[in-house]
């Protein structure tokens, strides 16, 4: 085979994997969350204020289509060991029996089970496990947008962290500590998976390329 039809032979496979790629997105299309551009956070009463803390590790994969929001899903999982609220020993005593109990329980898990479209936001139905506990729960989400490489989702939510079995609480000046009702808000960056296989079948073209043309010059 000449060096001239391998090239183009790569460069026909590239564009139609990278079409490929263009097409996912007008139809169902399948997102990896990226941790290192993505946040969860959440938010509780402690007394008269409110505290926030994150997990820094989870992972999951959104399916989304544009066309038909009901055909979507989501799923994700977050290591309840990464929680933090910037005070070590709060964050201690969060990992600790008194609440998430991380040895135990080390994961908490969403998967969606029905989406709704709700004028520009999306009605999230699923079941959270946190704690050993799986429990239905609503959020309300958006999708943000999306490129060829990356889209953005958003959710948020309020769960009563007691109807997962995490009760603990302490009463001063007759006021308890802390509230049952927890804020969730999630921020997402996703990699198209499309775009990503794309781009390695190019990669391994390009290489197969280069190992065909250094044979060719022998």
């Known amino acids: 085979m000449s060096l001239r039809k391998v090239r183009i032979g790569v460069s026909v496979v590239a564009a139609a994997l990278l079409g490929l790629s263009a097409v996912a997105q007008a139809a169902p299309s399948t997102w990896t969350i990226d941790p290192s551009h993505s946040n969860v956070t959440f938010s509780i009463r402690h007394f008269f204020t409110k505290v926030s803390g994150s997990f820094t590790k989870f992972s999951g994969q959104i399916v989304y289509d544009p066309a038909n929001v009901a055909g979507s899903s989501a799923r994700a999982e977050i290591d309840a060991a990464s929680i933090f609220t910037a005070n070590e020993r709060r964050d201690g005593h969060l990992k600790s029996a008194d609440f998430f109990d991380v040895e135990k329980y080390p994961k908490l898990v969403f998967e969606s089970t029905k989406m709704t479209p709700a004028g520009d936001k999306v009605k999230i139905e699923g079941n959270l496990t946190m704690h050993g506990v799986t429990k239905p729960v609503t959020l309300e989400g958006a999708f943000i947008g999306a490129g060829a490489e990356k889209a953005g989702f958003e959710a948020y939510g309020k769960v009563d962290r007691k109807d997962f079995g995490i009760t603990w609480n302490k009463v001063a000046d007759q006021n308890a500590m802390l509230g049952d009702d927890v804020e ?11 775009a990503e296989a794309a781009r390695k079948a190019a990669q391994a073209q390009k290489k197969e390329e280069k190992k065909t043309e250094a044979n060719v010059t022998k």
Do not use: L, V
């Not at 969730?184 to 499309?194: D, M, V």
């Open 184 to 194: 969730i808000r999630i921020a997402i960056e996703a990699n198209s998976e499309a």
